[in-house]
Structures are given as structure tokens and as C-alpha cells.
């Protein structure tokens, strides 16, 4: 009980470092040009860290933010912008009332198919090597052909903004982090899967 308890509690620092990380990258960019290499950054080392790793920290996050600049922000920041547009959509039509519920209910609809698709980006592209051009179809693909998948990961980002909305502070401790190492440990997981079902399709 113990030894699960000691464990536990150092994932919860490890998320609560690597969301550290990712607010101050995402700054040093100046919000717009950090978010996608501090995502990227920490997506990677999220990886190693679920695979075993020991991670040294601010020094190996800066290789990456650093090396990944430019494809991080071409992967990162026209969801984003997509994103900011919807939600903005959602509020504008929450304000005019009933008589735009369906434009309401639509753009809902479009906002949760994006995280899904989104939520599969981050780990892709820290564990496969893929043209830039590749990732966006695979993860929308995988969010199509694992509903149970997309679902789960859907509930814990929604568990995680419901607990970031009751209690602000979270989004300055831990949130991003939480987010970040649950949605690759549960994607590692599911690419093995995945992997593990197309070798055995090919193999009959």
C-alpha cells in the first residue's frame, strides 16, 4: 500500500513538473509561437517518462521545444485557431438564447469531434515518425475507428476541464500535466493495441 501510494504521489509531481513546463514555455513564445513546441516538448517527454525513462527536466525540454519549433507550430496551432473559433461560436450562440440552439447544438457537436481527432495528435507525434502532412489523417482516423478509445479519452479531458472550472487553481498546478501524461499513457496503450491487432490481420 505503501510503495502504490509513494508511486502515486510521484506521478502527481511528475504531472505537476511537466505542467510547469509547459505554462513557461508556452509564455517564453509569447502564447501563440510557444504553444505548439511547448506541447510537443512535453508530449515527448510524457513518452519517455511512460516507457520508463528518467527525465532531467527544463534541459531536455528546451532540446525539444527548441528542435520542434516550426513543425510543432504547424501541427499545433491551426487546431488551436479552430478551436478558439468554436468555442468563441459556442459562447456567441449560448448569448443569443433558445433560437440558436441548433447552431448551438452543432457547434458543440463539431468542438467534441475535435478533441477527439485532438486528442490523438499529441501522442502520435511523439511516438511515430510520420510526414508532417500524415498526422492530422491518422489521428482523425483512429478517433473514427476506436470509438470505445475516443470515448475514454473524451471522459478524462472532460473530467479534467470540470475539475480545472470548479477549482482555477488546478489549471496553474497540475491541470495541462494531468492531461498530458494521462492522454499518452492511455494512447501508448492503445497504439500497442492497435499495432498488436494489424500484425495479427496480417499474419492469417
Known amino acids: 500500500m505503501s510503495i502504490r501510494f509513494q508511486a502515486a504521489c510521484s506521478e502527481v509531481v511528475w504531472a505537476a513538473r511537466l505542467n510547469v513546463l509547459w505554462i513557461a514555455f508556452t509564455l517564453l513564445g509569447g502564447v501563440v509561437l510557444g504553444l505548439g513546441p511547448a506541447t510537443v516538448a512535453a508530449y515527448a517527454l510524457a513518452r519517455r517518462h511512460a516507457q520508463g525513462e528518467s527525465i532531467q527536466g527544463v534541459g531536455e525540454f528546451w532540446r525539444v521545444y527548441r528542435r520542434e519549433f516550426v513543425r510543432a507550430s504547424l501541427l499545433v496551432l491551426p487546431l488551436a485557431v479552430v478551436a478558439t473559433v468554436l468555442i468563441g461560436n459556442y ?10 440552439a441548433p447552431w448551438r447544438v452543432a457547434t458543440l457537436v463539431a468542438l467534441v469531434a475535435l478533441a477527439g481527432v485532438g486528442s490523438y495528435l499529441g501522442p502520435l507525434y511523439a511516438h511515430y515518425d510520420l510526414p508532417l502532412p500524415a498526422y492530422l489523417p491518422k489521428a482523425s482516423l483512429l478517433a473514427l475507428t476506436r470509438p470505445a478509445s475516443s470515448v475514454l479519452l473524451l471522459f478524462v479531458l472532460a473530467a479534467i476541464v470540470f475539475a480545472t472550472v ?39
Do not use: M, V
Request: some cysteine; hydrophobic content about 55%; glycine content about 6%.
Open 91 to 100: 459562447l456567441y450562440f449560448t448569448a443569443l438564447g433558445p433560437d440558436a
Open 166 to 204: 470548479a477549482a482555477p487553481l488546478l489549471a496553474l498546478l497540475i491541470s495541462a500535466g494531468a492531461w498530458i501524461c494521462l492522454n499518452t499513457w492511455l494512447c501508448l496503450r492503445f497504439f500497442a493495441e492497435n499495432e498488436a491487432r494489424l500484425h495479427s490481420k496480417g499474419n492469417r
